[in-house]
């Protein structure tokens, strides 16, 4: 973690395998293999794969199309963090 830019690459990462992982469990639980959800998201399976592994980090529409095709709901915000009292820029 003392290259520059680890912190920031470890978190991505770390983002990329929770939401793979949501997905998965989510394909999983309506019994669906990963061709299934990739033709439903118009998707390669091996996209579907590196998703669900967290080796890509998907884009918004990827997002999207992937939430509409588990009948699911994408919900993305920004919110302040619990311990996070930082003073507002002027």
């Known amino acids: ?5 680890a912190g920031a690459a470890y ?26 959800l990739a033709r439903a998201a118009r998707m390669t399976r091996s996209a579907v794969a590196r998703f669900e592994a967290g080796g890509i980090i998907p884009t918004l529409p990827v997002l999207e199309r992937v939430a509409c095709a588990l009948d699911a709901e994408l919900a993305v915000e920004i919110r302040p963090r619990a311990a996070d009292v930082r003073a507002k820029p002027a």
């Open 11 to 36: 978190e991505a990462a770390r983002l990329a395998h929770g939401l793979g992982r949501g997905v998965r469990e989510m394909r999983e639980r309506l019994g669906w293999s990963q061709s299934g």
């Open 1 to 5: 973690m003392a290259e520059p830019g």
